[in-house]
């Protein structure tokens, strides 16, 4: 295959003062040297982005967690992390609820855009993350999370395209697009690997080609060597829901990894997603929800003893959003009953599709949800296994949804206000009440702040193209007037 480059000029300017940063907190036991640190610009950035947690899920992950033995509900590790608010609404042109898309070029980019946009501003013109300034700046990036890597969130970083489904284009973007020559990402991990070998194209074998590690399991990633650069695809699409994944703690695993390979005197910036509490939500699977906001705990508690030691280092988190109007109590109830939440053994996607196995089904959902169950409620469940499975999944949730008295409003997204926490350098930035766009133009500054002579920025973003003429020769297009160039 033939390939033509192209580059595209484009001049970013980040207007306005770089912001003064103030004292963190630290308490009186920290030493001197981590005091400084935690006051200063971070050399190192991770973004964690909780994809559809809105506050209702911080709250419900607290309740499902708290030790009943005790006679106040328990604090939990975001707790203490805590910074404030976002809001999340997206361009005018798309109202006031946002999808992943606009809210991650947002986040990714400071720019606000309508829904579905990816790295592309309401004119569909490319926009400048954070990660690609970062590699502009010499830092080591990468992404790690439990969706496909061309999904909305990670793709808003490193991709630009009108439409967050075209999935195969936004793969090719993760190899195309460069920053002063170089791929915009260093480390990416997560699931995918339809998008990356296909027919058309073999993007796996370019990276390869181009020096990266590559590795499909999670303990072929264990042996990559520090340092390297890897592409790491664990699954076709996304990785399995949390309750169905050979690791119970899969995102700490390769959040762990990533900054492995990324760690070096420059800097490093890295985008963390728990991409499927979303997903959770849009299923309005309480059990899947509380089992991927575990996942974020364990991510977090690891952050927290990564920037013990490493001081320099700034974590942010926050939503994209939330989904599905979660709500703690339902139908009058005043009551919400977790621990029937607690042994799940499997996803209830995956126990509805397995319950058709078993002789006695009714038995075999109990044994799988692992709390007591009567005998009405096991004949309610023989009788679920005479549906199809998308009734047999529904009918799974409402039973639990019945059993802890959880409600819901929506399918989809809504347009509350997100949480922010922040720890480590610089994180006193994220107080208050702000907006999605603010995190991402704090980060500029951060990453600024390692070159603060910089008044404007100005850097070539490559494209390459694979030629659409039969004879080989380059292909002439006008970015602005024909958007993907075919």
């Not at 003062?17 to 005091?35: P, V």
């Not at 990670?154 to 190899?175: G, V």
Request: charged share 20%; aromatic share 10%; glycine share 8%.
């Amino acid at each position: 295959m033939i390939y033509s480059k192209r580059k595209l000029l484009t001049t970013f300017t980040l207007c306005g003062s770089l912001l003064a940063l103030s004292g963190c907190g630290s308490t009186s036991n920290e030493s001197a040297q981590k005091t400084v640190a935690q006051n200063s610009a971070p050399n190192n950035i991770i973004m964690v982005v909780a994809d559809g947690m809105g506050p209702a899920f911080s709250t419900a992950y607290r309740n499902y967690v708290d030790d009943k033995n005790t006679p106040e509900v328990d604090a939990v590790v975001f707790d203490d992390i805590l910074m404030g608010n976002a809001s999340t609404y997206p361009a005018p042109v798309s109202g006031y609820v946002t999808d992943s898309a606009a809210a991650a070029t947002a986040l990714a980019s400071g720019v606000k855009s309508y829904n579905g946009a990816i790295g592309v501003d309401v004119d569909k013109q490319p926009v400048k993350s954070v990660m690609h300034y970062a590699k502009l700046k010499g830092m080591r990036t990468g992404l790690a999370v439990t969706s496909q890597i061309v999904h909305a969130t990670p793709a808003a970083y490193i991709a630009h395209n009108e439409s967050r489904q075209n999935y195969n284009a936004i793969a090719d973007d993760f190899f195309d697009v460069r920053v002063n020559g170089e791929l915009v990402a260093d480390v990416m991990l997560g699931g995918g690997t339809d998008f990356f070998e296909r027919e058309d194209r073999n993007i796996i074998g370019e990276f390869i080609d181009a020096g990266y590690e590559y590795t499909d399991t999670y303990n072929r990633l264990a042996t990559v060597p520090k340092g390297s650069n890897v592409l790491g695809l664990f699954a076709p699409v996304a990785l399995p829901a949390m309750l169905d994944d050979s690791r119970d703690n899969r995102l700490k695993y390769l959040t762990e990894h990533a900054i492995k390979h990324l760690e070096n005197d420059n800097g490093y910036f890295l985008l963390v997603e728990a991409s499927q509490v979303d997903w959770a939500g849009h299923a309005n699977d309480i059990a899947s929800a509380m089992a991927e906001m575990q996942d974020l705990a364990y991510t977090i508690e690891f952050l927290k003893t990564y920037v013990q030691a490493h001081p320099d280092t700034l974590v942010i988190l926050t939503a994209d959003h939330s989904t599905g109007g979660l709500t703690i109590g339902a139908r009058g109830d005043y009551s919400w009953s977790p621990e029937y939440l607690h042994n799940l053994k499997a996803s209830l996607g995956t126990i509805a599709k397995n319950m058709v196995e078993h002789d006695n089904p009714g038995d075999y959902v109990a044994t799988t949800f692992g709390f007591d169950v009567t005998d009405e409620e096991i004949a309610t469940l023989d009788s679920i296994a005479q549906q199809d499975v998308k009734a047999r999944f529904n009918a799974l949730k409402v039973f639990l949804d019945n059993k802890t008295n959880t409600g819901w409003t929506t399918s989809g997204h809504t347009g509350v206000d997100v949480e922010v926490f922040a720890f480590g350098a610089g994180h006193d930035d994220f107080m208050g009440q702000i907006d999605n766009t603010d995190i991402a133009k704090k980060i500029f500054n951060f990453i600024d702040n390692r070159n603060t002579t910089a008044q404007g920025i100005s850097t070539n973003v490559e494209l390459i193209k694979a030629t659409d003429k039969k004879d080989g020769t380059n292909a002439s297009c006008d970015f602005k007037e024909n958007w993907r160039c075919n």
